[in-house]
């Protein structure tokens, strides 16, 4: 994928949308309407999007997504609840597997860098985890801790290089030679731009 078309996917989202989440938090999204806009900007329409798989379940409905943009395929997993009246009733399956599908198709796009500033914003500042990883976030005596690198994105640019058939070595060696430091020491900034590079190299 070209530079120009990598630059139009991970240009940041002005319209973020804000939603309740988990625990009382509010979790920011991009509307399916809005990925599927910057994905004609960027490609002249030259991508795909087919439902693999879809399995409908007691209170949620699954559905396994695929993206194609010239010969670079991105699957992803998309849900949705089961939508039900107050006596219980079933509204629509259909509705809710189209929901699911709009989801797999946002989380398939994620993989091209399409709205990763929205998500890796969300998360706390990434933590040393036990057992061998291929990237670790660790801390850096001039870089604060809410600027280190996230957990998604550390755990993204893992998913990244072993995509294009990377090992631990090999992604703080590029890490090395982008920012003169390991992958597990980058900040957010660095981390996003590392993943654009990874993106446009897989």
């Known amino acids: 994928m070209d530079q ?10 002005a319209d973020i949308k804000s939603r309740p989440g ?8 991009v509307e399916g309407h809005a990925i599927v806009q910057r994905l004609n900007e960027a490609l002249a329409g030259d991508w795909s999007f087919r439902v693999l798989e879809h399995d409908v379940r007691e209170g949620e409905v699954i559905v396994l997504g695929e993206l194609r943009v010239g010969d670079t395929v ?7 609840e089961v939508t039900r009246t107050r006596e219980g009733k079933v509204v629509s399956v259909a509705d809710d597997l189209k929901a699911a599908a709009t989801d797999a198709l946002k989380k398939a796009a994620t993989l091209l860098g399409v709205g990763m500033h929205v998500y890796v914003a969300e998360e706390p500042p990434a933590q040393v985890h036990k057992g061998p990883k291929l990237v670790e976030a660790h801390d850096e005596p001039d870089v604060p801790p809410n600027n280190r690198l996230t957990r998604k994105q550390a755990e993204f640019i893992g998913t990244l290089a072993k995509s294009n058939g990377m090992g631990k070595h090999e992604v703080d060696e590029l890490a090395q030679r982008r920012f003169g430091k390991s992958a ?19």
């Open 4 to 13: 120009e078309k990598l630059r139009l996917l991970t240009r940041p989202f």
């Open 22 to 29: 988990r625990n009382g938090q509010a979790i920011q999204y």
């Open 74 to 80: 991105k699957q992803a997993f998309g849900g949705s």
């Open 184 to 202: 597990g020491f980058l900040t957010v900034k660095e981390a996003s731009e590392f993943i654009a590079a990874l993106t446009a190299a897989a």
